[in-house]
């Protein structure tokens, strides 16, 4: 059963989802709906899928077992910003 929705979005957001939409000859409803079931698929946390970009980056660095990566990183901000 399809229950109408009211949504407040910016302009010129509506603007270029419409013609996203039109140019992949879909709806704008269909486009939103099939996201919401994206975002509310019941999977678990411990199984949700990474970008595939993401995912494809999975094991090409292999850091050293005494690696603290949140001293690294502070050290970077550091030698960035100070």
Same mark, same amino acid.
Request: charged residues 40%.
């Given at each position: 059963? #399809?229950?109408?929705?009211?949504?407040?979005? /910016?302009?010129?957001?509506?603007?270029?989802?419409?013609? *996203?939409?039109?140019?992949?000859?879909?709806?704008?409803?269909?486009?939103?709906? #099939? *996201?919401?079931?994206?975002?509310?698929?019941? /999977?678990?946390?411990?199984?949700?899928?990474?970008?595939?970009?993401? /995912?494809?980056?999975?094991?090409?660095?292999?850091?050293?077992?005494?690696?603290?990566?949140?001293? /690294?990183?502070?050290?970077?901000?550091?030698?960035? *910003?100070?």
């Amino acid at each position: 059963m #399809n229950t109408k929705l009211t949504l407040t979005i /910016e302009q010129e957001i509506i603007k270029k989802a419409k013609a *996203y939409a039109k140019a992949k000859n879909r709806s704008l409803s269909d486009i939103i709906e #099939n *996201y919401l079931k994206f975002l509310t698929a019941t /999977e678990s946390k411990d199984s949700e899928k990474l970008n595939p970009l993401i /995912e494809s980056l999975k094991g090409s660095f292999k850091a050293p077992k005494d690696f603290d990566y949140k001293k /690294e990183l502070q050290k970077r901000r550091e030698d960035k *910003y100070l």
